[in-house]
């Protein structure tokens, strides 16, 4: 993947071990792997940067844009470590976000752990107000009893503050008086409002939304203030953009204002890597396999899109249980994340059965071969163990392993089960690629898709080293790692469009449609989403889609179906009954006779347009290079430690192919190529891997 030309451009992205920077200036790119800092994660930012900056010999001067994506949100909510927060609701419904979906998401566990709402009861605060459905007001707004909660709000140190109210997402103005109300009461509060953050029907999520948002705000608002402020002090003049979950970019003011869409964000950059090789190679079946240090996210792409929804789960309380988790309606691409990445700890239970993750190391103390006092077995202690991971090139020398720890760490935990040497080593491997697998089955299994027949791409530190034993397992016959493929998800960012995502609960029915209510929304929603999404553009081509959810009358689920992208006519009533039927076939096999359809909301979408990639094609065969040097490796195919040749991933020229066992090692991650497989890499300088 060649970097593009014009003024250089800066990704960053934050992940739960390492700091990933990406530059490309002058048709090069350069890419940097730093330790996160915890304790100050603008910190961590600013030294990859600085190291970037000087690797590629550019300066601030140059650099006309910004991208960064951060899981601080997404830590933040899964460690409760948010601002404390209260929720204003409708007299009579204080407990909607604890009641949930009422069901359970586990019938069979007496003990079933459900996630603690954001906001405890008692600081859930319920105002005198009504409105129904359509927006109309049943009870006008008490002002008194919102002026009462005011000192509530310095007696229990409130530092964020959510308004939910009932009906809001059709009309706003009682929720707006509210802020008007608390806000003049105490300036420095952090409010959001559910019909701003969330203007969507079901009480549940949208509560849900607007507490994790408030919950978020204060914490984000700092920090990408501070670091905003640190750029621009080393000159960076530039537009800052943030990714979002959704898999597009959004300006500085937007991100501050609605942090909650920041959620998954570094994730949503290498889907959009993975989506950009999948078009470039011709792949119509792909999946996606980004492993970090914390987690592995494992995303479906098929026709070169990723799969994407409305909504998804935080901090669920089991792995792969849909409802255990806190519900977000934000536009999100659909993936798995679990806790398995190279910081995950390895351990063994009472019944002798080997766990590892989701608890992770970090970067602070870090696996034990850090030597930064970290004395849990991890996953990436295991592939130091197993010959896997370049002493010399790991992180680009920046970090110093210690492999005699990292062997001592393993079989002070696994030893008590009869395993030492490698096979220990190789037993913490085997879970952790298991884990992964499983989740990459109920992944598919829930999204009814085929997961045989499909390319794996990996990325990220750790991916590339599991990848083959990964694919082995699923049943895959090819694995490609792209350039870069250590900084994925930074790489990621530079291929995303700048969108922004409106969305409106406005109810119809297309027995009784109303043309005129409609496009008014319509409208509404578009200048929104441009005044949002045209400063960032510079002038950039834009592109824009419509949504109409839709579903059978009484039904609880919709499907969407696509709009034109300018007024309706009376025309167009018929165009979407038509619509709705294909879609309805396509998913169902079948439609519904004499049933009216109704629509709950809308979504328009405005996103610059990104040029199409340039394609693989074929590469004049080469002669493989002299090996590095030699090495011990682990083979997963034979299960047996065999002398493995270790190439440098530049010297292997488009056209190169070499057998497995091989190690090819690069300053962000080493991809590990089993005796099952055999390297080629394409014109394009990926590496694909096929299993012989």
């Known amino acids: 993947m060649t970097a593009a030309s014009g003024p250089a451009r800066l990704a960053v992205d934050i992940g739960g071990t390492f700091t990933d920077v990406v530059l490309e200036s002058n048709g090069r790119q350069v890419t940097v792997k730093v330790l996160t800092t915890p304790d ?73 752990d459900r996630p603690d709402p954001l906001v405890p009861r008692y600081l859930r605060w319920p105002v005198t107000e009504r409105l129904n459905a359509a927006g109309e007001v049943l009870r006008p707004l008490d002002e008194a009893s919102v002026a009462a909660l005011a000192p509530k709000l310095a007696e229990h140190g409130i530092e964020s503050l959510a308004i939910g109210l009932i009906h809001s997402y059709a009309n706003p103005a009682h929720e707006r008086r509210v802020a008007e109300i608390l806000g003049a009461a105490a300036p420095e509060l952090s409010i959001t409002l559910s019909s701003e953050v969330c203007p969507e029907i079901r009480e549940y999520e949208r509560q849900s939304t607007t507490c994790a948002n408030a919950y978020v705000r204060p914490l984000m608002a700092r920090y990408l203030t501070q670091l905003e402020r640190d750029l621009r002090a080393r000159g960076f003049a530039c537009p800052f953009l943030l990714m979002t979950s959704g898999g597009g970019l959004t300006g500085f003011d937007t991100a501050v204002a609605f942090p909650i869409r920041l959620v998954e964000s570094g994730p949503a950059g290498g889907a959009i890597l993975a989506s950009r090789i999948a078009s470039e190679c011709g792949l119509d079946r792909v999946l996606s396999f980004d492993m970090g240090g914390t987690t592995a996210k494992i995303c479906l792409i098929d026709d070169a899109a990723p799969l994407t929804s409305r909504s998804f789960e935080v901090a669920r309380a089991y792995r792969f249980m849909k409802g255990s988790g806190l519900p977000l309606r934000i536009p999100a691409i659909e993936m798995v994340e679990i806790g398995a990445g190279g910081g995950s700890i390895a351990s063994v239970d009472a019944l002798e059965r080997i766990n590892v993750g989701p608890e992770s190391a970090g970067a602070e103390p870090g696996p034990a071969c850090y030597g930064r006092g970290g004395s849990e077995p991890t996953v990436t ?312």
């Not at 394609?615 to 034979?638: G, M, N, Y």
């Open 40 to 112: 100050n994660p603008e910190q961590g930012v600013l030294d990859g940067v600085a190291k970037a900056m000087a690797e590629a010999g550019a300066q601030a001067a140059e650099v006309g844009l910004i991208i960064h994506g951060t899981t601080l949100a997404t830590n933040a909510l899964i460690e409760r470590k948010g601002a404390k927060t209260a929720l204003i609701v409708t007299e009579g419904l204080r407990d909607s976000v604890e009641m949930a979906y009422e069901n359970r998401f586990e019938q069979y566990d007496i003990n079933i």
């Open 381 to 692: 202690d295991a592939d130091v163990a197993l010959g896997r991971i370049d002493i010399e090139s790991f992180a680009g020398g920046s970090v110093a392993l210690d492999p005699d720890a990292a062997n001592r760490a393993v079989a002070r935990v696994l030893g008590p089960l009869g395993l030492d040497g490698p096979l220990a080593a190789f037993a913490v491997s085997e879970v952790v690629d298991e884990n992964m697998a499983n989740a990459a089955r109920v992944h598919a299994i829930e999204w009814g898709k085929e997961i045989s027949r499909r390319t794996l791409i990996a990325f990220g530190g750790a991916a590339p080293l599991h990848a083959t034993r990964l694919a082995e397992k699923l049943g895959l016959d090819q694995v490609i790692v792209p350039t870069g493929a250590g900084v994925g998800s930074a790489i990621g960012f530079l291929r995303a469009p700048i969108a922004y995502d409106v969305v409106r609960s406005r109810y119809q029915r297309l027995s009784d449609f109303d043309i005129g209510a409609v496009n008014a929304a319509l409208a509404e929603m578009q200048a929104e989403a441009y005044a949002i999404v045209e400063p960032a553009a510079a002038g950039a081509e834009l592109a824009e889609e419509r949504l109409a959810y839709m579903r059978y009358l009484g039904q609880g689920h919709e499907i969407t179906v696509a709009l034109p992208t300018r007024a309706l006519e009376a025309a167009d009533v018929t165009a979407l009954q038509a619509g709705f039927d294909a879609a309805y076939i396509r998913l169902y096999g079948r439609t519904i006779p004499n049933l009216d359809v109704e629509v709950l909301s809308w979504t328009l979408t405005v996103k610059t347009v990104v040029a199409e990639p340039n394609p693989a094609t074929a590469a004049t065969p080469q002669p493989a290079p002299t090996p590095r040097r030699v090495r011990e490796l682990f083979d997963s195919a034979t299960e047996k430690t065999v002398e493995a040749p270790v190439y440098a991933r530049a010297d292997l020229k488009p056209g190169t192919t070499v057998p497995g066992p091989a190690l090819i090692v690069e300053d962000q991650t080493t991809t590990v190529v089993s005796s099952a497989f055999e390297v080629g890499v394409n014109s394009l300088g990926y590496i694909v891997l096929t299993r012989r």
